[in-house]
């Protein structure tokens, strides 16, 4: 009813205008026309109005009037929309709306009228702009800027405390008749919250919000247009209010005992047991304390609070004892939480207390050393010496009997009985400064198969005994000029000790012998120098000097060695370097001790070599004669050749033709025999060509013709098979006779007694027997 009161309103207005716009053209056709004057124009309007919505199309919006308009005239529109949503009347001007307009999307439109003559299309007067301007009507509802809104203020909080703020706005003409402005109004919530109906901003209106009994709360707003007017349009959004925790809740025990029954073995940092309380807040404003209230057991145990699982954790602090007197724990423990402000506190109870009681069950325990570990000092070189004990007692009633034993050390020169002595045979620091072992403790009790052990760590440490002389630091060869001058330093040197080097060491040092060319100069910071006593050396005549040197130590009791210097004599340049030392000169000074032990290896060496050599000798004595046997009875003695070539199948490397050749040379030039007994077969060099064969077959027959130390007949010597293809075919003397063969032996007679036996066996002349 509202709108089409507005609409009828419009329109009266709209006429009006019009009839005032047509007297006033009436009025200035009445005038009469004026020379020389400027025509004034003739459009009579530059503005139309029109309602919004209108939905009786076409609809007259407004009429265009000139003063010009004949009967060959018509009316024309150009710019927005023209002809499609607006058209004109080309006799009368009016102007129809064609389309439903919504001024929230496009509130004005700008045109340009025409008037032109309908034959020439030629305009009559100048086209003028004007604009179609639409009249708003309240056909909008505010509308939100979230579909819903989400805040969160602190449970239990005062009134007047701003919670959030939401905003609606409304399309529609704000100056015309309050149709965009728009108020605020709670639906639902309005018992815990208030709104401020012009700006939206939502406060509490109760500080009795409590997150334990609802955690959240929903609030409906209504935002409407038009205050103060009849109908109008309204809409609505939700608001989800979160109630956020704090800590206003204390916590409550759940029970007023609590009995928790523990072995004797529970580990220290291991739970005793967990007590459950009561707190409804959430757990980051849970913040529970406990105190022990009577017992006073804080020494054996603590209590830690978690807040997830709303637990109060007893924590062993101390070992316990089923043995002991401390075997049942009883207390009072109290829990309160100090963080919560009393003026917001729902429960006006400050704390909760219960009774704890901690029952100690016995287990058979393992034996309990006396000390964590054991340190034991032993001096160096005692022999057989009881160092110490180790001690573990049954911690169980009764008391079961334990017996001792080394698990982890493999050094048998430590000894641990069952009654837990510590032995020990004999040590040497220098060897080894520390010894480590573990000991075992095990109890003993026949009647149980799992008997329970203990181990402790055992260290011992080897006091040193001055039982190591000083010896030479390093490896010194010093070397001197021919010419070097008296008294001149040409070396200074130091000592070490196998002992153990503690502070005020003190090392002596002097000439072992008679001092004729060197003497030793004693520094007195543990070091000594050599210097040239007698100089003007000749290299030629003695090159090298050997100064003994006794080094002494300061221990109890005090020992000394004598180390001997080599001092090479070098010939040297102008300026005093060193141009030519002798090879020796490189080596270095050793001590008495090394060269006795060098001395006495080669003395048993020597010896061992001795003893042999007299074995072989008395074995070869003793051997018996087998000239009597016959020569089918006689074995071959396997003896090697390397000068046959380079193998079986191998007739290049050598001329075999040569061995043919020996039996048509007979005749040689035999040496002179050397009287003793010369050495067993001497080697005899390869000849360089085949050719030399000869020479080389001939020298050794010489010396085995005079070889006294080999065996007085000779033998049969196995050549081998030189290979199918070889010309010689077998070089054995197995197996073959005189009969068939194709070589004549009869050489072998020239080869003296020690081929006496193979001449028998393959010669065809009968020769004359010689002596051996």
Request: net charge negative; proline share 5%.
């Amino acid at each position: 009813m509202m709108k089409l009161l507005l609409l009828h309103l419009l329109v009266i207005i709209n006429i009006y205008h019009v009839v005032q716009c047509t007297k006033y053209n009436a009025q200035q056709d009445s005038q009469p026309i004026q020379t020389n004057r400027r025509v004034k124009r003739s459009w009579l309007w530059n503005q139309i109005t029109t309602l919004e919505e209108q939905t009786n199309i076409p609809y007259l919006i407004g009429t265009l009037q000139s003063t010009k308009l004949t009967g060959t005239a018509k009316y024309m529109l150009e710019g927005e929309y023209a002809n499609t949503l607006f058209r004109v009347k080309e006799s009368t001007g009016d102007i129809y709306g064609y389309e439903r307009l919504d001024r929230e999307l496009k509130a004005q439109y700008n045109l340009t009228a025409l008037l032109v003559d309908k034959i020439t299309m030629k305009t009559l007067e100048p086209p003028e702009m004007f604009s179609i301007r639409l009249i708003d009507i309240n056909d909008n509802a505010p509308a939100f800027t979230q579909e819903s809104y989400n805040a969160s203020v602190p449970e239990m909080s005062a009134t007047d405390v701003l919670v959030t703020t939401i905003t609606a706005v409304d399309p529609d003409d704000p100056t015309v008749a309050g149709h965009a402005k728009v108020t605020y109004k709670l639906l639902q919530g309005y018992e815990h919250f208030k709104i401020n109906e012009n700006t939206g901003e939502i406060y509490t209106l109760s500080s009795s919000l409590d997150r334990e009994e609802k955690a959240s709360l929903e609030v409906i707003v209504q935002a409407k247009d038009s205050p103060g007017l009849s109908g109008g349009f309204s809409s609505s959004a939700t608001v989800i209010i979160q109630l956020r925790d704090i800590n206003d809740n204390f916590p409550t025990f759940t029970k007023k005992q609590y009995t928790f029954n523990v072995y004797e073995n529970l580990r220290v940092g291991e739970v005793v047991g967990k007590m459950l309380v009561e707190d409804i807040d959430e757990p980051q404003n849970r913040n529970a304390k406990y105190t022990f209230m009577k017992g006073r057991y804080e020494q054996w145990f603590q209590i830690k609070s978690n807040a997830l699982t709303n637990e109060g954790i007893i924590i062993l602090k101390k070992p316990l004892n089923f043995e002991s007197s401390d075997n049942v724990f009883k207390m009072s423990i109290e829990v309160t939480d100090p963080s919560i402000d009393l003026r917001v506190a729902k429960k006006q109870r400050p704390s909760s207390t219960t009774e704890v009681v901690i029952n100690v069950l016995d287990v058979d325990e393992p034996p309990e050393f006396s000390s964590p570990f054991y340190l034991f000092e032993a001096k160096e070189d005692e022999k057989q010496k009881n160092i110490g004990f180790v001690s573990a007692t049954d911690p169980d009633s009764p008391k079961k009997p334990i017996w001792y034993s080394a698990t982890t050390s493999k050094d048998d020169r430590i000894i641990v009985r069952e009654n837990g002595d510590i032995y020990i045979r004999s040590l040497d620091r220098e060897t080894n400064a520390w010894h480590n072992l573990t000991v075992t403790a095990e109890e003993i009790d026949p009647t149980n198969p799992t008997k329970k052990a203990s181990s402790v760590d055992v260290y011992i440490k080897v006091l040193d005994v001055n039982d190591n002389a000083p010896e030479f630091a390093e490896r010194y060869a010093p070397r001197v000029c021919e010419n070097t001058a008296n008294d001149l330093a040409i070396i200074t040197i130091s000592a070490t000790d196998k002992d153990e080097m503690v502070p005020g060491t003190k090392f002596t040092y002097y000439s072992a012998e008679k001092e004729n060319n060197f003497t030793v100069v004693d520094n007195h910071d543990n070091t000594a120098s050599i210097v040239v006593k007698n100089g003007a050396f000749n290299h030629e005549v003695t090159k090298f000097y050997y100064l003994p040197i006794v080094i002494s130590d300061n221990g109890a009791p005090p020992l000394s060695s004598t180390n001997t210097l080599t001092i090479t004599v070098c010939k040297c340049n102008a300026e005093g370097e060193f141009t030519f030392c002798e090879t020796a000169g490189k080596l270095v000074a050793v001590s008495a001790s090394t060269i006795v032990i060098i001395l006495c290896c080669l003395a048993l060496i020597l010896l061992c070599v001795l003893v042999t050599f007299l074995i072989l000798r008395r074995m070869r004595s003793s051997s018996p004669l087998m000239l009597v046997k016959n020569p089918a009875e006689i074995h071959e003695q396997l003896v090697t050749y390397d000068e046959e070539g380079g193998g079986e199948m191998d007739t290049n490397g050598y001329d075999v033709s040569v061995l043919n050749s020996v039996r048509r040379n007979v005749v040689r030039s035999k040496p002179d025999m050397e009287a003793a007994y010369p050495s067993l077969y001497a080697q005899v060099q390869k000849p360089a060509r085949n050719g030399d064969m000869f020479s080389m077959i001939e020298g050794k027959k010489y010396d085995a013709d005079n070889d006294g130390e080999c065996l007085p007949y000779d033998t049969l010597h196995i050549f081998g098979y030189e290979g199918s293809e070889s010309i010689v075919e077998s070089l054995s003397s197995l197996d073959s006779g005189s009969s068939d063969s194709e070589i004549n032996y009869d050489v072998l007679n020239d080869w003296g007694p020690r081929f006496k036996m193979l001449a028998d066996l393959y010669g065809l002349e009968q020769l004359e027997e010689f002596p051996y």
